[in-house]
T-cell receptor, first 114, second 112 residues
């Protein structure tokens, strides 16, 4: 079956621009997660959705970052006024349920802010 | 503060040379410990979930074990295709039900 998919695989933008990153979870998975991974580091949690609502957004670094999951399936991570420090790989994961259930990751979107 | 520390940062083995990777964790309460494999340019690939001390899981040449303070990933007779970064993550009991806390990983290289 299909795994988690993310688009685009690579995104290059200029400082100050707006970007959207998309995640398609595994069909039937109710929980969806966004992480950010810098070179040589483990993934860092950003936000977690249970269904359509954000259950925990404590990892979002500031108000330039926002994510939605309007129909409880596909999610979009939105970054306004991008900064060079936002450059990283953005990973999406999904799980059947939450609370200790295994999270399955997508291939990631590599964001480069020039 | 909940945290995960992995050691060593990098490990070079000859094909067939068995070894272990360590993951030490500090959490208020452990909901689950997860091992992932990550190849360059790819997302983490799930290997194992462990929930309680004493639990062990095996898959091919890999075996994961768990105590109250740490987990080990044992690699028996590794092959070059086992070369990757191995990530350990924990989910804490008291906080968010979604947040995985990752270590920095151990980069394993297996030479033929």
């Amino acid at each position: 079956g299909a795994g988690v998919s993310q688009t685009p695989s690579n995104k290059v933008t200029e400082k100050g621009k707006y970007v959207e990153l998309r995640c398609d979870p595994i069909s039937g998975h109710t929980a969806l997660y966004w992480y950010r991974q810098s070179l040589g580091q483990g993934p860092e949690f950003l936000i977690y959705f249970q269904g359509t609502g954000a259950a925990d957004d404590s990892g979002l670094p500031n108000d330039r970052f926002f994510a939605v999951r309007p129909e409880g399936s596909v999610s979009t991570l939105k970054i306004q006024r991008t900064e060079r420090g936002d450059s990283a790989v953005y990973l999406c994961a999904s799980s059947l349920f939450s609370g200790g259930d295994t999270q399955y990751f997508g291939p990631g979107t590599r964001l480069t802010v020039l | 503060e909940d945290q995960v520390t992995q050691s060593p940062e990098a490990l070079r083995l000859q094909e067939g040379e068995s070894s272990s990777l360590n993951c030490s964790y500090t959490v208020s309460g452990l909901r689950g410990l997860f091992w992932y494999r990550q190849d360059p340019g790819k997302g983490p690939e799930f290997l194992f979930t462990l929930y309680s001390a004493g639990e062990e899981k095996e898959k091919e040449r890999l075996k994961a074990t768990l105590t109250k303070k740490e987990s080990f990933l044992h690699i028996t007779a590794p092959k070059p295709e086992d070369s990757a970064t191995y990530l350990c993550a924990v989910q804490a009991d008291g906080g968010s039900q979604g947040n995985l806390i990752f270590g920095k990983g151990t980069k394993l290289s297996v030479k033929p």
